[in-house]
């Protein structure tokens, strides 16, 4: 019988719901064949780090979201919420069920620094800030000690921006959010007054984008602190700026120059960024006290790219906080390939490779930042699952696919149900949704989020009656 009509649809499990998993369905949704999507989430909660990730202060962004509700509304998409790729579902189970399986699980921890101290006390990921201000159940319970008044944000993106801000802001800002409540009311105890910025590179490498640098000095409680020296370029920037005619450095350079000249207006926190600078340790008994940086100097590099390099010199910041954000790891999947160095299942153009001999993996397809490392913003992930959908839709109209033995959704249910997973549906979803709206409403919050997976799913089976 041939493979994705009505009496035989294409059966297509994408684990993980984020950006990348959305639009990897919805160019499913796009083919010619008919094509049933189930998507497996570990947590109740759809939308990935749109959720999870993007800074509360940023709720333009989130209404992405409603492009993911339209692809989810297909008669032929389903959410499954709180099932656990790797216990309640497995890499067998995919292949027993499915014809084709997507990864789509991003980048969930990040990279280490390598020096000195890093694990003393006070010296955080800054995923778990990010995590712990934006509710996700995985980092609700952990303290950040906000009596510490000064604090080193390591890292040059825009989550380093984002948690910089954060701690800069007043309560007034924060209570317009939908920041996690918990957060508020730490972050209005803080007595956080000066918060560090610091960069490897100089301000024409800098990854923030010029909205985020902007939204520094639009801060009730803070001001942007630029040494003049910090803002003047290096000849080699100062020629990349000129000539390159990248608009993002060119805007970031002058908004930075523009702070550098504004006088200090008093306000009670400081934002100070700093450039050319790289952690070398971190120290205190027990928690950190400070920290050491060595100061670098741009170079052009054999491949013409300009990098910084370290020279003798040294300064120590005294800090008693540290968030390190220099960059995102994927996490390796049970009875998946992983590349342990590049963080990222191996592949080719979203075909999962065999890590021993590279061959293609028939079936097997990656999309997002576990495919390509992470970069970009959210909307880079359309065109990224895109192209591994095309390679996908090619594979299966060849009749290059998994061979599963049952490969209805009913067989899946029935498996989740006998293992005691109690389901979420993507209408079990909007139940919980619009339960977080209504008491925000009652708080005059736009959202108050729940946190804890007992709570949300307590939250869930009430709806349900």
Not at 401 to 414: F, G, H, K, Y
Request: net charge negative; aromatic share 8%.
């Amino acid at each position: 019988m041939s493979l994705g009509t009505a009496a035989n649809p294409l059966r297509v499990a994408i684990i993980g719901s984020g950006p990348s998993a959305f639009y990897a369905a919805e160019h499913y949704q796009k083919s010619d064949l008919v094509v049933e999507i189930d998507v497996f989430e570990r947590l109740p909660t759809p939308y990935g780090l749109v959720r999870g990730g993007v800074a509360p202060d940023h709720p333009k962004i989130k209404t992405v979201t409603k492009v993911y509700d339209r692809i989810a509304a297909n008669p032929n998409f389903r959410f499954y919420g709180n099932v656990e790729f790797g216990t309640a579902l497995t890499m067998d189970d995919v292949c027993a069920h499915y014809h084709q399986v997507v990864f789509a699980v991003g980048a969930q921890t990040d990279r280490r620094m390598g020096i000195p101290g890093e694990d003393l006390s006070g010296s955080h990921p800054a995923t778990e800030f990010v995590g712990w201000y934006n509710a996700h159940p995985d980092y609700r319970d952990l303290q950040f000690d906000l009596s510490q008044e000064r604090v080193a944000v390591i890292g040059n993106g825009n989550v380093a921006m984002d948690v910089a801000r954060i701690l800069a802001s007043s309560y007034d800002e924060l209570v317009k959010t939908d920041i996690a409540d918990y957060a508020l009311e730490a972050l209005k105890d803080s007595k956080v007054t000066d918060i560090y910025v610091i960069g490897r590179r100089g301000p024409a490498q800098a990854a923030f984008t010029n909205p985020e640098l902007k939204e520094f000095g639009e801060l009730e409680l803070a001001d942007v602190i630029v040494r003049p020296e910090d803002a003047e370029l290096d000849p080699l920037s100062g020629d990349y700026v000129l000539n390159s005619g990248d608009r993002e450095a060119e805007k970031n350079t002058q908004t930075l120059m523009r702070y550098s000249v504004n006088p200090p207006t008093g306000k009670p926190r400081r934002l100070h960024m700093l450039f050319l600078l790289s952690p070398t340790a971190l120290m205190g008994d027990g928690h950190v006290e400070s920290i050491e940086l060595v100061k670098n100097v741009i170079y052009r590099a054999d491949d013409g790219s300009l990098r910084p390099r370290a020279t003798d010199e040294k300064i120590t910041l005294p800090v008693g906080l540290v968030f390190r954000s220099i960059g995102y790891k994927g996490l390796a999947l049970p009875g998946v390939p992983f590349d342990d160095k590049a963080g990222v299942i191996p592949n080719a153009e979203g075909r999962v490779l065999n890590p021993a001999d590279k061959s293609v993996k028939t079936g097997e397809y990656v999309v997002g930042w576990i495919k390509r490392g992470p970069s970009g913003i959210i909307g880079t992930n359309k065109p990224d699952s895109q192209a591994t959908i095309d390679k996908a839709r090619e594979d299966a109209a060849a009749g290059n696919t998994l061979n599963p033995l049952n490969p209805s959704r009913a067989a899946v249910e029935a498996l989740l149900a006998e293992r005691g997973v109690d389901v979420v549906t993507f209408a079990d979803w909007q139940k919980l949704d619009a339960e977080e709206l209504a008491r925000g409403a009652a708080t005059n919050r736009p959202r108050l989020k729940i946190s804890r997976i007992p709570d949300m799913l307590d939250v869930v089976r009430k709806a349900r009656g």
